[in-house]
């Protein structure tokens, strides 16, 4: 397992999980679930306290898309140890003229979880999830719960196996 946590299967611990995420875990393979402090979900200072590696511990970031006055909203999956493109790889998959960080207040109440746990599982259906292909290739990847107070983990094969997963060069 990864870093100093105790992982369980994340469909035993739903407690553990936004209801979003809940509802879809069972579909995905190998999912296992831990709790955390939830003032240590921001990833360095996670990372840190639960000796997990960076390259192990994947970040979501939703993505707003515009083009002609419609909104197309994305989950990118990237290692910590890597930023998105967004403004490249990520605005032209999605065929749009503007692509930036969804807001917080947005990006919350689209998906039902918390700022800080967003994940992909789980998301609203039809939005596209870009899994940069170092997160895919990962063995073990960390990620959010829908939750501050916990982690999912799963291999990077999982995330790319997820509906509307497209495995993409998406790291600057």
């Given at each position: 397992m990864v870093g100093k946590l105790e992982w369980?299967?994340?469909?035993?611990?739903?407690?553990?999980?936004?209801?979003?995420?809940?509802?879809?875990?069972?579909?995905?393979p190998g999912a296992e679930v831990a709790e955390i402090d939830p003032e240590l979900a921001d990833t360095a200072a996670f990372c840190e306290r639960y000796d997990v590696p960076l390259d192990a511990s994947a970040n979501c970031v939703v993505v707003a898309a515009k083009r002609g006055g419609e909104v197309t909203y994305a989950a990118c999956m990237i290692l910590a140890t890597g930023r998105a493109d967004v403004n490249g790889v990520v605005r032209k998959r999605l065929g749009a003229r503007k692509a930036s960080f969804a807001p917080m207040a947005e990006a919350t109440a689209l998906t039902g979880m918390e700022y800080g746990g967003i994940t992909p599982v789980g998301l609203p259906e039809g939005w596209p999830i870009l899994v940069d292909e170092a997160v895919a290739a990962a063995p073990q990847a960390v990620i959010g719960s829908g939750l501050r107070k916990s982690k999912i983990l799963l291999p990077g094969k999982a995330l790319a196996g997820l509906p509307s997963a497209e495995v993409i060069a998406l790291a600057l």
């Open positions: 369980g299967p994340a469909g035993e611990r739903p407690e553990l999980l936004a209801d979003p995420v809940a509802a879809a875990i069972g579909g995905v």
